[in-house]
T-cell receptor, first 113, second 116 residues
Framework: SQKIEQNSEALNIQEGKTATLTCNYTNYSPAYLQWYRQDPGRGPVFLLLIRENEKEKRKERLKVTFDTTLKQSLFHITASQPADSATYLC????????????FGPGTRLSVLP | DVKVTQSSRYLVKRTGEKVFLECVQDMDHENMFWYRQDPGLGLRLIYFSYDVKMKEKGDIPEGYSVSREKKERFSLILESASTNQTSMYLC???????????????FGSGTRLTVV
């Protein structure tokens, strides 16, 4: 069956460290993968998109990798800050030229001062 | 900035009522989506639309219908609200399916619906 897993429900790290979140999937062949941030009681906010032919994408302190052989994406936040505390969701396209995405369950990140 | 506006942040309705959730986007996006989000179940797609008057069922369409009469507006309708439809409802829109501009879905702030 098709499945998307994100490494853990919750992750605590110390301020200044690098947070690494994992998104693993089975029985999908996404051409695109996205990462979103969601704060409590709000809608998700788009952060980054990476295509299957891109190994890595960066945006400021964020870095995403996409390994289609391992069926895994890693999401890194360097020099993490308490303001980075939120739930992070990965989303895979499930066909139709990237018009339709399915979301993972999310990882709740807490950055401790 | 693209904006997706959902008509209500909080809504309380009675079992059996017909409920309308409205969503409006202001950037001429072709694609619009309705999700519900529940603890432990994540975001689940209810319906989506690629164009005016078009609609496609998502993963959990039972008990819901949608309407897209204008490009900017996508309405979710609960025909006869039930307590198991208590949830956070999120509307989203997106532009070109090839994501040439490298951006994804824009979500609204959500409507927390309670059915009593």
């Amino acid at each position: 069956s098709q499945k998307i897993e994100q490494n853990s429900e919750a992750l605590n790290i110390q301020e200044g460290k690098t947070a690494t979140l994992t998104c693993n999937y089975t029985n999908y062949s996404p051409a695109y993968l996205q990462w979103y941030r969601q704060d409590p009681g709000r809608g998700p906010v788009f952060l980054l998109l990476i295509r299957e032919n891109e190994k890595e994408k960066r945006k400021e302190r964020l870095k995403v990798t996409f390994d289609t052989t391992l069926k895994q994406s890693l999401f890194h936040i360097t020099a993490s800050q308490p303001a980075d505390s939120a739930t992070y969701l990965c989303a895979l396209d499930i066909g139709n030229y990237g018009q339709n995405f399915v979301f993972g369950p999310g990882t709740r990140l807490s950055v401790l001062p | 900035d693209v904006k997706v506006t959902q008509s209500s942040r909080y809504l309380v309705k009675r079992t059996g009522e017909k409920v309308f959730l409205e969503c409006v986007q202001d950037m001429d996006h072709e694609n619009m989506f309705w999700y519900r989000q529940d603890p432990g179940l994540g975001l689940r797609l209810i319906y989506f639309s690629y164009d005016v008057k078009m609609k496609e069922k998502g993963d959990i369409p039972e008990g819901y219908s949608v309407s897209r009469e204008k490009k900017e507006r996508f309405s979710l309708i609960l025909e006869s609200a039930s307590t198991n439809q208590t949830s956070m409802y999120l509307c989203a829109s997106s532009l070109d399916p090839n994501f040439k501009a490298n951006y994804g879905y824009t979500f609204g702030s959500g409507t927390r619906l309670t059915v009593v």
